[in-house]
Every structure is written in structure tokens, then in C-alpha cells.
């Protein structure tokens, strides 16, 4: 039966290599200072509440489709910069513009999806800039382990919009991923009852596994469609 969210705090060694590996592999998930597992979300308080489920790509099973070269073609010109993970009064703009464009909700600042620059920060976390001579137009942030990658929040320019950037930055963060020889990136959940999640099947769905928090094991997405998943869900509250 499931129950109900599932907070952990960090010691002194904090979630680093392989620590962070296994707490992701066993559906658990980075929330500011904490990790924590889930079974449901709700967009607001007045909400309903809605199925969720984790997700992790298999990197050497990825073959990316033809919109994800497109992308990649379109986005040639910007300079890709990794580095550690920091906040800027410039990534602070670039999120305010993010923020007034989106039609979902959203945290008003990005400084809620990350850790409190006054305490220790218990991640090993990396950020990845795209800029367009010189210009900063797209943002995603990301935490490593030893085998493998977390995503936290991509952004970008509104003005950018046509170039896909939150895919790109997924690909970006794909690449550098296998750079290090990671084999999994962890992209979050996505819901049955919502759509909102549904970028995170990009660039390849048949390389894309599902946790399954009964059996407590990783899965092919494409064996189970949404029709299935709800019900798996609403089964496990029995």
C-alpha cells in the first residue's frame, strides 16, 4: 500500500556518488537540502490529487529521434558551458522572464529549487549555460553521482523559444552524463493525470525505464501505457 511522502536529511557526507546513485534507484528524488519519494503531486493546495511516477533514461540505450538532431542542428551556434552550480542576479533575470511566460505554475524565484547559499549543500550539484554570443538564453541545473545524473530545473529566454532549449538542455546534460561514464539520468516523474511532464519521454521512450514503488524495481516505460500506470496506482492505495 503506498503511503505517504518520504523525507531524508543529509548527514555530514551528505547525497554525493554513490549514495546519490543508490537513493535514486530506489525512487527517491532532490528537494532542496532534502530527498524525499512520492506516489502523488498536487499543482495547489484546492488540487486533486494526481499519480506520479518516476523516471530515469538509460544512456546507452538512447537512439535519438529525428526532432532531437534537428534540435541539436538548430542549437549548434550556442556556446555550451558546464560548471558548478551557482545563482547569479543574471540567472535570476533570465528565470523572472521564464517564470512570466510559462502558462503552468511555477516557484517565482529559482532559488526554491535549489539549495540556501547559507548552508552547506549536501549535493554535488553542476549547472549548464547556454549562451548566444555572450548572451545567456538558456539554464539547467543538475546533481552527480557516481553513475549517474539528476536533473533539477532547465530554463530559458522566451525570445528563444523556437530553438527548444529545454530539450536542448536535456541533451546537454545527456552528453556531459556520458562524458563521465554515467549510465543512467534521472529526468523526475511524470503524472497520469497531466500532460505538463511529458517532455521528460524525450529524446528516446524506448530507453526510458519507470519505478514501480510496490515492487520497488525499474522497468521499460513501453510496457506500461498511462491507462495502466493510473490503475497500478489506484490499485496500490487499496
Not at 134 to 151: E, H, P, Q, T
Request: glycine letters at 6%; a negative charge.
Amino acid at each position: 500500500m503506498f503511503g505517504p511522502p518520504v523525507y531524508y536529511t543529509a548527514d555530514e557526507s551528505g547525497f554525493k556518488g554513490p549514495m546519490l546513485d543508490a537513493l535514486l534507484a530506489n525512487g527517491y528524488y532532490r528537494m532542496q537540502h532534502h530527498v524525499f519519494t512520492t506516489n502523488h503531486t498536487q499543482f495547489d493546495i484546492n488540487s486533486y490529487m494526481m499519480p506520479v511516477f518516476w523516471l530515469r533514461l538509460e544512456l546507452a540505450r538512447v537512439e535519438e529521434s529525428k526532432s532531437a538532431q534537428k534540435i541539436r542542428k538548430k542549437c549548434a551556434k550556442l556556446q555550451v558551458i558546464v560548471k558548478p552550480a551557482e545563482i547569479t542576479d543574471e540567472i535570476r533575470h533570465l528565470y523572472s522572464l521564464y517564470w512570466e511566460f510559462v502558462p503552468f505554475s511555477t516557484s517565482e524565484q529559482c532559488d526554491d529549487y535549489l539549495h540556501d547559499a547559507t548552508l552547506p549543500n549536501p549535493f554535488d550539484s553542476w549547472m549548464i549555460e547556454l549562451r548566444d554570443h555572450g548572451r545567456l538564453v538558456a539554464v539547467g541545473y543538475f546533481d552527480k553521482g557516481a553513475n549517474s545524473i539528476a536533473g533539477i530545473l532547465n530554463f530559458f529566454d522566451p525570445e528563444y523559444q523556437s530553438f527548444s532549449l529545454g530539450k536542448y538542455l536535456i541533451l546537454c546534460k545527456m552528453d556531459h552524463a556520458r562524458s563521465l561514464g554515467c549510465r543512467f539520468y534521472y529526468t523526475g516523474y511524470i503524472s497520469t493525470a497531466t500532460e505538463k511532464f511529458d517532455y521528460k519521454l524525450f529524446p528516446d521512450i524506448n530507453a526510458i525505464e519507470v519505478f514501480l514503488p510496490l515492487e520497488k524495481h525499474w522497468v521499460p516505460y513501453t510496457h506500461y501505457d498511462k491507462t495502466m500506470l493510473e490503475q497500478y496506482f489506484f490499485n496500490g492505495l487499496l
